[in-house]
């Protein structure tokens, strides 16, 4: 695969801390989850937050949010998060049907993957990091499948409960693969290494395999895996990463 192109978010003149968290896979059935998310959104101290994918466990489309229950609450949460800081998000796996009218409600802006923040002297490279799993072959067909403009138009076209089903059934396929052990692959080094490459970057930070760590891709190029969330757990799951001028450093919730 050849390096995608790559856009560009200048960080604020006055910014001195941006706070990155993907993979929290918000659902009703996860409360722990929502709550603390809800508590951070809340009390972020950071000058911006980058959600980098699968915010949601399933999103059917922007029209789930327009009626009352657990969606319009997360939006109610993002808008007022994001009234008081910039917060960006990327699109995931599981909710790349995030479009225009959930950016006009929540205040969110979007950001195209990958993107690079220029921050600090940095140039971060930011993605959810599966369109960098090249031996997940059969995801990455599905991937292109359903980010295709027409596939995404007919299946918006449906009734809100029946995209509601097929998404339930997508979940309760993936829940099954998870339980059986199934392993899933890891981000390719040679082509995390194009895309550093091609973006003039030197660190990529993404989500995706929820196999949280820091990494050298070579002598010069590093990558940072952030958390997945789950607060349900034993042990309970949550972190976030801050990017400052001077580096990266992990934080728990508080």
């Known amino acids: 695969m050849s390096a995608p192109p790559v856009a560009e978010l200048a960080a604020g003149p006055s910014w001195r801390a941006v706070d990155c968290i993907s993979d929290l896979h918000l659902q009703a059935s996860e409360p722990a989850t929502f709550a603390a998310w809800r508590a951070f959104m809340a009390s972020c101290d950071a000058d911006a937050i980058v959600i980098l994918g699968d915010l949601f466990e399933a999103w059917p489309g922007d029209d789930v949010a327009r009626v009352p229950g657990?969606?319009?609450?997360?939006?109610?949460?993002?808008?007022?998060?994001?009234?008081?800081?910039?917060?960006?998000?990327?699109?995931?796996?599981?909710?790349?049907?995030?479009?225009?009218?959930?950016?006009?409600?929540?205040?969110?802006?979007?950001?195209?993957?990958?993107?690079?923040?220029?921050?600090?002297?940095?140039?971060?490279?930011l993605s959810h990091g599966d369109a960098l799993c090249l031996g997940d072959t059969e995801y990455l067909q599905f991937r292109a499948m359903v980010r295709a403009s027409a596939w995404q138009r007919e299946f918006l076209a449906q009734p809100l409960a029946a995209r509601q089903r097929i998404a339930q059934a997508l979940r309760t396929e993936s829940d099954s693969r998870k339980r059986s052990g199934a392993t899933y692959a890891d981000v390719d080094r040679d082509e995390a290494l194009a895309w550093l490459a091609a973006a003039h970057a030197d660190t990529l930070v993404h989500g995706h395999t929820h196999r949280p760590g820091d990494q050298m891709l070579d002598a010069s190029h590093r990558r940072i895996v952030l958390s997945d969330w789950d607060l349900g757990a034993t042990p309970p799951r949550g972190e976030v990463l801050r990017l400052t001028p001077e580096g990266a450093r992990r934080l728990p919730l508080r």
């Not at 657990?70 to 995931?92: I, K, T, W």
């Open 70 to 125: 657990f969606e319009a609450d997360c939006v109610q949460v993002l808008r007022a998060a994001a009234a008081r800081r910039p917060v960006f998000f990327l699109h995931g796996n599981r909710d790349f049907l995030v479009a225009d009218d959930f950016a006009g409600d929540t205040g969110v802006r979007l950001l195209q993957d990958p993107t690079v923040l220029a921050f600090g002297g940095h140039r971060w490279l």
